[in-house]
């Protein structure tokens, strides 16, 4: 991973939502691709092994729950940070419990959001080296 500049994918079905995100996260972050579903997001991750994607939990073909688990499976060192309008808590715990590393509501101003997103790549990353080494 490259400590600068983190490989990140954006899953997300809203335009609109892809095309702010992408914008306020291209600085700090190398941005690889957009998906518009679950499936695009799981191809992309599988091919692309990026350091983290974010998951819209609405978004067609299953949605962040298909996504976060299928995502876990081909690429296990990418940090999943799910980022919803809704925090309804079933969604979160479901999520959490399918191996994404965080739940960030839709809307968090620039720095905070980068601030949360690098905060769970350090989180990610210390978790997977204690499951690599046992």
């Not at 990026?50 to 998951?55: A, K, R």
């Not at 994404?100 to 720095?111: C, E, F, H, I, V």
């Not at 997103?117 to 210390?126: T, V, Y």
Request: with cysteine.
């Amino acid at each position: 991973m490259s400590v600068l500049r983190p490989r990140l994918v954006i899953a997300d079905d809203e335009p609109l939502v892809r095309s702010m995100l992408w914008a306020q996260l291209e600085r700090d972050f190398q941005c690889l691709a957009v998906a518009v579903d679950a499936d695009q997001a799981i191809t992309i991750a599988r091919d692309l092994r990026p350091d983290i994607v974010l998951l819209d939990v609405n978004m067609p073909c299953g949605g962040a729950r298909h996504a976060t688990r299928a995502i876990r499976a081909c690429s296990e060192h990418t940090t999943i940070v799910i980022l919803s309008g809704d925090e309804s808590d079933d969604d979160v715990v479901d999520l959490l419990n399918a191996g994404a590393t965080s739940y960030l509501r839709k809307g968090l101003d620039r720095a905070t959001l980068i601030a949360k997103m690098r905060a769970s790549i350090d989180a990610h990353r210390r978790w997977q080296a204690l499951a690599d080494s046992v």
